[in-house]
């Protein structure tokens, strides 16, 4: 009776993680490689392969029409290192902008008020 109301949920949940992977992962590499260094956090190499991982895992989570399901509900739990990247690494990193140079990518205590 609500099979395709399950369905539907299922669908929205893991495109949602997916995203929210691939978001994770594409923020990460766009960071410059000294932020994650002078935070004191993992090297960009280890949460790009982390977070790259995870996001294969991720697409195969993925439900019909974009996927097989063939992780079920463990397809929500690979959104973890996403939400710890979010939670922890990004507020840390993102004074330094994006790329490798530029007046945004000069460290914390560039210029402003």
Do not use: H
């Not at 691939?22 to 949460?47: H, M, N, V, Y």
């Not at 097989?68 to 973890?80: C, E, N, P, S």
């Not at 990247?85 to 007046?103: E, H, L, W």
């Amino acid at each position: 009776m609500f099979g395709g109301l399950q369905t539907l949920i299922m669908f929205v949940l893991t495109t949602g993680c997916f995203v929210i992977q691939a978001w994770a992962l594409i923020d990460c590499l766009r960071r410059p490689q000294r932020a994650f260094i002078s935070e004191g956090k993992k090297t960009k190499k280890f949460w790009g392969i982390l977070l790259g991982v995870f996001v294969l895992v991720g697409f195969t989570g993925l439900e019909p029409p974009l996927g097989y399901g063939m992780l079920g509900y463990t397809a929500l739990f690979v959104t973890i290192p996403a939400f710890i990247y979010f939670a922890d690494v990004r507020p840390a990193v993102a004074p330094y902008g994006f790329g490798t140079g530029g007046s945004r990518g000069s460290g914390r205590n560039s210029g402003g008020w």
